[in-house]
Antibody, heavy 117, light 110 residues
Framework: EVQLVESGGGLVQPGGSLRLSCVASGFTFSSYWMHWVRQPPGKGPMWISRIYSDGTDTIYADSVKGRFTISRDNAKNTLFLQMNTLRAEDTAIYYC??????????WGQGTLVTVSS | QSALTQPASVSGSPGQSITISCTGTSSDVGGYNYVSWYQQHPGKAPKLMIYDVIKRPSGASDRFSGSKSGYTASLTISGLQAEDEADYYCSSYTSSSTWVFGGGTKLTVL
């Protein structure tokens, strides 16, 4: 069974940093692109980043470019999102998502990030 | 990248069919056959229902179907059931090698 389990969310002040982790199981993690998608409370999802299966290529949404960094450790089946210079508008549930062709077939349960003073 | 345009809400009675539209531009929906549809129940993560415009992943009901014409993709749900009541989001790959979602459509089963 495919499982994606995120952790690392919480309350952080504006300008602060957080590092999210996502542990994958039930599939060959190193064979799949992975994404981070966030969803502000009461709003729709927003794609924020993708990383190739081998970690050699990454891409970001304009709203997080230069502040967020996606990475992965295929030996530990783990995806990361380093988030710096956080803003109130970054408040959202952050989902770890498995790439499936040009779509996404498995989503984690999400971890809530709240940016507030 | 602007969000794809979806109607805020649609409704239908059990057994009926409904269609949800998703309008984009030549840089996303109109330019690629990489439109996906997701179903999201309250408090749950989105679930993939359609990918590559018309394909159903294993586990998705065959009452769900997708299509596309020009810059507009559509999701049709036939034989509406109470369990179909949820939020639905479309998504498309874009010319910037990124992805964009729609604003979402709330489906009410009357």
């Amino acid at each position: 069974e495919v499982q994606l389990v995120e952790s690392g969310g919480g309350l952080v002040q504006p300008g602060g940093s957080l590092r999210l982790s996502c542990v994958a199981s039930g599939f060959t993690f190193s064979s799949y692109w992975m994404h981070w998608v966030r969803q502000p409370p009461g709003k729709g999802p927003m794609w924020i980043s993708r990383i190739y299966s081998d970690g050699t290529d990454t891409i970001y949404a304009d709203s997080v470019k230069g502040r967020f960094t996606i990475s992965r450790d295929n030996a530990k089946n783990t995806l990361f999102l380093q988030m710096n210079t956080l803003r109130a508008e970054d408040t959202a549930i952050y989902y770890c998502v498995r790439g499936f062709y040009y779509s996404s077939d498995y989503w984690g349960q999400g971890t809530l990030v709240t940016v507030s003073s | 990248q602007s969000a794809l345009t979806q109607p805020a809400s649609v409704s239908g009675s059990p057994g009926q069919s409904i269609t949800i539209s998703c309008t984009g531009t030549s840089s996303d929906v109109g330019g690629y056959n990489y439109v996906s549809w997701y179903q999201q129940h309250p408090g749950k993560a989105p679930k993939l229902m359609i990918y590559d415009v018309i394909k159903r992943p294993s586990g998705a009901s065959d009452r769900f179907s997708g299509s596309k014409s020009g810059y507009t993709a559509s999701l049709t749900i036939s034989g509406l059931q109470a369990e179909d009541e949820a939020d639905y989001y479309c998504s498309s790959y874009t010319s910037s090698s990124t992805w964009v979602f729609g604003g979402g459509t709330k489906l009410t089963v009357l």
